[in-house]
């Protein structure tokens, strides 16, 4: 991969020749630039979060909360971003996380954001709540790396048909997401009245699903609006529990990770229960409104579970010093949400294929001017905690 320095100066380079970088180049600009290309409908949809939105915003103060303590007189000329996990090597530490209905942010939806993944190597984590099916996204990344994200359905032959069609598609893991068997109070979506499953989009893995389809008593081409009444009566499952995780070894042999854990007790809970990764989230505080910030509750499970089953995490990450801290903390991989879905926005694959090239260039130059070579270099005593 590209070093941070050699991006830097691609940019520079453009500005001598009368053609300055176009794409921002900053989050805060990413997103107003994505609010006025997307329709409000689409931008309040990603944007929202649930009640007053303190956790999103909860989020990012938690970041402040570290500092990173830079190292000086080191050689850091040569630099390994790479990370392995569940037996492969990735080029960085980053991931796509998990965002549905990418399809009202930009026409190729999926197809263009696991593309734009596919050429960096970053795993791409499709959603169950797609624009675009499991085998169209596999299609559209060959022999790249990508993870399935599941919502478990109310009607287990339906979230056991999705697994089964990912593992056939060379997804290499299951991502589980257990905050989410019913959407919280989101004002935004409320105020317009809009929930995109209503309309239809988000569910081309369902309305493809023989499982699901056998639910219905006409096609969804014939009758979508009962097909989307349909995924709403079965969409989530409150009733979930511990014991139910045993149904996965049974679906699949491949890794597993919970998305969406906070407490240090749920986590020692997951690796009892034989998971093989906890991702730390709270889903970008579009669940719980006044949960307690991801970044918080991250430190508190890596004490807790220490070197048992590898950490991801997300949730606010919107700088490479963002990310380094994350990693610093213990996460093994920090994954990437709201921002991808902005550069998509933007600029649909090269806009994601842009970003994704930014954001590994800051990390770059983080790492760095903090005196690290390595990912695997990172410690707590990288950081400073504010009191």
Not at 370 to 379: A, C, I, P, Q
């Amino acid at each position: 991969m590209e070093t941070g320095m050699e991006r830097q100066l691609e940019i520079y380079r453009k500005g001598l020749f009368g053609m300055p970088e176009q794409f921002p180049v900053d989050a805060e600009s990413l997103e107003a630039a994505a609010r006025a290309a997307m329709t409000p409908e689409a931008y309040d949809y990603v944007a929202g979060s649930a009640g007053t939105e303190a956790t999103a915003d909860a989020n990012r103060r938690a970041f402040a909360m570290w500092q990173i303590v830079p190292r000086f007189l080191r050689d850091v000329s040569q630099r390994d971003w790479s990370v392995e996990l569940f037996g492969r090597r990735y080029p960085a530490p980053i991931y796509v996380a998990p965002v549905g209905v990418q399809g009202i942010i930009h026409p190729d939806g999926e197809l263009a954001t696991a593309r734009a993944c596919a050429k960096l190597g970053v795993p791409f984590t499709l959603s169950t709540v797609a624009s675009y099916t499991i085998e169209q996204v596999a299609e559209a990344m060959g022999d790249a790396p990508r993870w399935f994200q599941l919502y478990w359905s109310r009607n287990h032959e339906v979230a056991a048909s999705f697994v089964r069609r990912a593992e056939a598609a060379g997804y290499s893991a299951i991502v589980v997401t257990v905050d989410t068997y019913m959407l919280a109070w989101r004002p935004r979506d409320l105020r317009r009245a809009y929930l995109p499953f209503m309309h239809g989009d988000g569910l081309a893995n369902y309305f493809s699903d023989p499982a699901f389809r056998a639910l219905l008593a006409a096609p969804p081409e014939a009758d979508p609006g009962s097909a989307a009444m349909q995924f709403a009566a079965i969409f989530g499952n409150p009733s979930l529990t511990w014991d139910d995780l045993s149904r996965l070894r049974e679906w699949t042999r491949l890794p597993v990770l919970l998305k969406g854990i906070l407490h240090p007790d749920d986590a020692r809970e997951a690796v009892r229960r034989g998971v093989d990764g906890i991702i730390v989230s709270n889903h970008g505080g579009r669940q719980v409104d006044g949960a307690i910030p991801a970044l918080e509750a991250f430190w508190q499970i890596a004490e807790a579970v220490g070197d048992a089953v590898p950490l991801l995490f997300d949730s606010g990450v919107r700088t490479g010093a963002d990310a380094l801290k994350a990693l610093a903390l213990g996460a093994r991989m920090v994954g990437l949400g709201r921002p991808v879905m902005w550069a998509l926005g933007v600029d649909g694959e090269s806009g994601v294929h842009t970003y994704l090239r930014n954001f590994l260039a800051e990390f770059d130059l983080t790492l760095a001017l903090s005196g690290y070579t390595r990912v695997s270099d990172l410690g707590r005593e990288a950081l400073h905690v504010v009191e």
